[in-house]
Each structure stands twice: as C-alpha cells, then as structure tokens.
C-alpha cells in the first residue's frame, strides 16, 4: 500500500475538487487578535471555515479546475501555507477516522480499478456536475450514475 504514491496524490486531488464537506463549522476557544484588528475574533464566535474555496484558490492551487495529481508531490505541498488541504479538517478536531479512512479508500479503489472500467452513465449524469445548494455535504444534482464493466 505504500507504494502506491500516486493513487494517494488521485485520491488527495480527488477530495481538493469535491470535498464531502464545502465548509467546516468552529466556534473560537479564545480570543485571536491579528496584526489587523478588522481581523480579531472573540472567544465564543462562531467561524466557517470555506474549504472548497480555500482548495479551488488559484493562489495557493494554480488552474484549480484541473484535475492534476501531481499537485500533491512532496515538494508542492511544502511550498503550500498549511491548511490549505483540509479534507479531514485539521488540528485538535479533524477527523478522527483520518488514517483508517484513507486506508479503506486506498485498498479499495485498488481493487476496483484493478478489475473494473468506470465510465459516467451517458444519459443520466450531467456533465459537468451541477451541485445541490440545498444539501449541507457537497453532491450532484441528480447523483452520479456510473457504466460499470469487469476488465
């Protein structure tokens, strides 16, 4: 499993473009002051976190509607600010699942890439995808409906 670096950095560049989660919700512990005060919180205020915007800015993820895997090799994350990848969230509450979750994601599209072809379903999926805006977890209008086929 190890050596699969490069389905890691499909499956981080997959979850960059359609996190399960657009926003994270946090209410400060304490208060944060800035050097700019118009950017102070106080202890108890409620934050959103936006990240599918963080993760589709071109400042930190240049042409961020491409799909390019190669965004997650060592030397270009370390280029990048920290929590600008924040799938899981990030810090005393992300998720708790984290290492167990990509495991499973891991194994298993292993396994389905290595014996089946995914193709989109050519009539009853958009292309490209449209979002629910009445859904708190990011989804398609429509779902995705897949043509699936053994190799």
Not at 66 to 82: A, G, M, S
Request: charged fraction near 25%; glycine fraction near 6%; include cysteine.
């Amino acid at each position: 499993m190890r050596e699969m670096t490069y389905l890691e950095k499909v499956i981080d560049e997959t979850m960059r473009k359609r996190p399960v989660v657009g926003h994270l919700l946090r209410v400060a512990t304490q208060n944060y002051q800035h050097t700019n005060p118009k950017y102070n919180i106080e202890k108890g205020t409620g934050v959103v976190i936006p990240t599918l915007a963080i993760q589709h800015d071109p400042e930190f993820y240049p042409e961020p509607e491409k799909f390019i895997p190669e965004r997650f090799d060592e030397d270009q994350v370390q280029q990048r600010p920290p929590c600008t990848f924040l799938p899981f969230g990030d810090g005393p509450r992300n998720c708790i699942g984290l290492r167990f979750g990509r495991m499973q994601v891991i194994i298993g599209m292993a396994l389905l890439i290595h014996n089946f072809k995914f193709e989109f379903h050519p009539t009853k999926t958009v292309v490209p995808l449209e979002y629910r805006t009445d859904d708190i977890l990011l989804s398609a209008k429509g779902g995705i409906h897949l043509k699936v086929s053994r190799v």
